[in-house]
């Protein structure tokens, strides 16, 4: 049984409506609560969040029987919560269960003591599809607009750019993804080996540190700073020597973990929990095999390995090797996103860059966003967004498009990018950067989820969470503001008063 939010309040409990903040304090909290709070009090957006919430969370499942689990609103908190602090389980375990003011935006009053479990937040949040989040901050964004007091048909101005998202790896070598691929072939194969009461791996401890013994003896031959040319053709000797004994105890490895999944096999398998463990066995066993080849080639034979045919994560296998070019950032290794922020810095669309280039993305970007914000105007660009196609098409979605060109300019490219509208959109520009800074604080410095999916979810709650800050921040600075005229208006002369 799930409920979108319990309709009775208990004794001790504070409506979230009158839940207060202290206007002094400076931290994260308060304002990312301030938003939740107006989006729980606005009726018609919580009303049209809450049915979507029932619609489209585990919508096979039915809400009306079983054990009770932790309402919809409770994971939406937490989940906002999660990502706008940029904290991890760990944290968001201790603060929904000791957070005094967070556990009453819960619902929960002085005398509830009910607990958050670790596994049971990671589970419910998980629960979200980006897709049902790029629909929630359609709501937020549209609530944003108000309390920044939006013009009624007011035009939107856009700026769009892209940003690395990096992947909680780390740094890939081709001798360290085999390790990697051969510690987890020969942990999980011990482990199923040990539960049916095979011994071949005894000793799986020992020889995973076998495994990384040659992997190391393999490295430090490559450290190698001699001048002459002897000495250079000695080392290069020692290297490849290394590295064919690193492969041969690999390969050693490796068909010792096919025989013990031949011999498990043949004993049947017992449940279907057995057919994904050899799955997973196997897979771990490809990345192996892919490595093994591709170091033979690139140490013994002199290869040069394509781009394409690299892998810089096992375990996330989607991370890419980005190379921007940024000052005392040679290589960032995650995956590219891009976002378009308009002049209230509420963030309209992001789209997930998988193999994708700026050039690839500018109109699709354009395209979402009138589809979500028909209000959208103007949008300018970096120079790595220009194609000539990107100019054509975006005249067609746009009235102002503030694309600079690259190269030399001809003379009607010059009047174009010398025109008024076209100059205040590129000086309003560099805004975006505060933008991607700000997601950057606040959770997409590295993604903590995993796979492209878990990914794909992990910046839409980002996303979702930076515009609720964003309204908590507003409404926050205005209510200040009026605390502040109202306090010079009790300290005004009385003839001021009477005026």
């Given amino acids: 049984m799930r409920v979108v939010q319990n309709p009775q309040m208990q004794i001790g409990e504070v409506d979230i409506s009158a839940i207060t903040f202290d206007p002094r304090c400076r931290d994260d909290i308060p304002k990312i609560l301030r938003g939740l709070q107006h989006i729980y009090t606005e009726l018609p957006l919580r009303e049209e969040l809450f049915r979507m919430l029932e619609a489209k969370i585990a919508p096979a499942v039915a809400k009306d029987n079983g054990r009770p689990g932790m309402t919809l609103w409770s994971i939406f908190v937490c989940g906002v919560m999660r990502l706008d602090l940029n904290i991890d389980y760990d944290r968001l375990h201790d603060l929904v269960n000791n957070h005094t003011t967070l556990r009453a935006m819960l619902g929960h009053g002085t005398f509830d003591n009910e607990a958050y479990h670790y596994q049971t937040l990671k589970d419910n949040v998980r629960l979200f599809t980006p897709e049902l989040l790029d629909e929630i901050n359609q709501l937020i964004v549209a609530s944003g607009h108000l309390v920044a007091k939006k013009k009624p048909g007011e035009a939107l101005r856009g700026r769009c750019d892209s940003f690395v998202v990096e992947t909680d790896v780390h740094y890939p070598t081709d001798i360290n993804l085999l390790y990697d691929a051969l510690r987890k072939v020969i942990t999980l194969t011990a482990q199923w080996c040990e539960e049916r009461g095979l011994t071949d791996w005894r000793q799986h401890a020992y020889n995973i540190n076998h495994v990384k013994r040659s992997m190391r003896h393999a490295q430090n031959k490559k450290r190698s700073k001699a001048q002459s040319e002897t000495q250079k053709a000695k080392n290069t000797a020692l290297v490849i020597s290394s590295h064919q004994d690193y492969l041969d105890v690999a390969r050693r490895y490796l068909d010792k973990a096919k025989g013990a999944l031949t011999r498990l096999a043949q004993r049947g398998f017992t449940s279907e929990l057995d057919v994904a463990r050899k799955l997973e066995i196997e897979s771990f066993m490809a990345h192996a095999e892919r490595q093994i080849d591709q170091i033979r080639r690139r140490v013994i034979l002199g290869e040069l390995i394509p781009h394409d045919q ?190």
């Fill in 310 to 499: 690299k892998v810089f994560s096992i375990f996330e296998p989607h991370t890419e090797w980005i190379s921007k070019g940024k000052a005392g950032v040679p290589v960032e290794l995650g995956v590219k996103v891009c976002l378009l922020e308009d002049q209230y810095q509420f963030i309209l669309h992001h789209q997930v860059m998988q193999k994708q280039t700026d050039d690839q993305v500018a109109v699709p970007m354009v395209e979402g966003a009138k589809r979500r914000f028909p209000q959208l105007a103007v949008c300018s660009f970096d120079k790595g967004f220009h194609s000539t196609a990107n100019q054509i098409a975006l005249q067609e979605h746009l009235t102002q498009v503030a694309l600079p060109r690259k190269g030399k300019l001809s003379q009607s490219a010059q009047e174009i990018e010398q025109c008024a509208g076209f100059v205040k959109a590129r000086r309003a520009h560099s805004a975006v950067e505060s933008a991607i800074n700000a997601l950057e604080v606040h959770g997409l410095d590295l993604c903590r989820d995993h796979g492209i999916v878990g990914f794909a979810r992990y910046v839409a709650w980002a996303v979702v969470a930076r515009n609720i800050h964003r309204i908590g921040a507003l409404l926050w600075q205005q209510e200040q503001q009026r605390a502040l005229r109202k306090e010079r208006r009790e300290h005004d002369p009385p003839f001021k008063q009477a005026a």
